[in-house]
């Protein structure tokens, strides 16, 4: 099996932004190195990583894959993916690049959402007007909302916090959005929402989500307006928390709405202190909150993952050898 992660498998050298690829880097070498360490619990799992960072943080017994010189990110997966069985792969969904991984790949060997779901969630306008249709509230709802202090403008398709800046009028923040749409950028403009940021972690098959764990997601806004991603707690909100069960039903409401998400996927939310769960986005991957779990959990997810998808079943523990 290959586990690929964008950056650390070469795509770190080619990401347009080099401040925001420095940025995302190591979460996305801790993301690789979780799902390997998982694998290799997995009986009779053989586990190949893409490594092309001068750190090698790899674990033990995972066989290195480098890209020859030259090669592109892609043309290096279509190579791969034609050697091993599954692919398992993380990558920003920024300018379509997980969907374009996920058709280079193909059905046969992904380990992943479909290539509908990845392409509605990659768009952030998009994929909240699609919920806000099938019942999910996001903030859309808050457009007209006379208590909205602050906006807050990002990339229509970014990862992580990246390039997102929080404005304390809608005047400064719609001159944000022209500025940046001048400058050939597609961005989004929403009301910020209040409340304790949080995600969901999903095991997603058919059209069904078991929520793994409610996390809390650790966001600063610095005296600029820039938000910076700082980490998450995983499993953060006991299961006797009286918002696990409506962000329960949350979840299998997003599922419902989005049919293609399979696997791993989380979902990034915003508890209002009234209005309770109110959906930002949605992740059709292997997010930071990944790290971690398993242990957390008591539970081999990569084992569980595979058992789904080569079975077609809810998964059966019993394939892993431990807890990773």
Not at 13 to 18: L, R
Not at 81 to 88: E, G, I, P, Y
Not at 125 to 154: N, S
Not at 205 to 218: I, K, W
Request: charged share 20%; aromatic share 4%; glycine share 10%.
């Amino acid at each position: 099996m290959l586990v690929y992660e964008y950056l650390s498998g070469g795509g770190w050298s080619d990401y347009g932004d080099e401040a925001a690829a420095d940025e995302l880097l190591p979460l996305g070498l801790s993301m690789r190195d979780a799902m390997v360490a998982d694998l290799m619990h997995v009986h009779d799992c053989s586990v190949s990583a893409a490594t092309c960072v001068p750190v090698n943080t790899l674990p033990a017994r995972a066989a290195p894959l480098r890209p020859l010189a030259g090669e592109s990110a892609f043309a290096f997966v279509a190579r791969q993916s034609a050697l091993h069985d599954l692919v398992w792969l993380v990558a920003p969904e920024t300018d379509g690049l997980l969907a374009r991984f996920q058709r280079t790949v193909g059905d046969a060997r992904w380990l992943g959402c479909s290539a509908e779901a990845i392409t509605l969630a990659a768009g952030k306008q998009g994929t909240l007007a699609h919920l806000a249709a099938h019942g999910v509230p996001t903030p859309l709802a808050f457009e007209h909302a006379p208590d909205i202090a602050r906006w807050v403008v990002k990339p229509d398709d970014g990862a992580g916090g990246v390039a997102t800046q929080v404005h304390t009028s809608r005047a400064a923040a719609l001159a944000d959005q022209a500025g940046r749409a001048q400058a050939g950028a597609a961005v989004t403009l929403e009301p910020w929402i209040e409340g304790e940021a949080l995600s969901l972690s999903l095991l997603c098959s058919g059209q069904n989500a078991e929520m793994l764990s409610v996390n809390r997601q650790r966001i600063a806004i610095d005296a600029h307006g820039r938000l910076c991603f700082e980490g998450v707690t995983v499993d953060a909100l006991g299961r006797d928390d009286p918002r696990t069960r409506p962000l329960a039903e949350l979840a299998r409401q997003v599922a419902r709405a989005i049919p293609g998400l399979q696997g791993f996927a989380g979902i990034d939310l915003v508890w209002h202190p009234q209005r309770g769960p109110v959906v930002i986005e949605v992740n059709p991957r292997v997010t930071c909150a990944y790290v971690g779990l398993s242990a957390a959990l008591g539970r081999n997810l990569a084992a569980e993952l595979l058992a789904s998808r080569l079975h077609g079943h809810h998964p059966d523990r019993e394939l892993a050898r431990g807890h990773a």
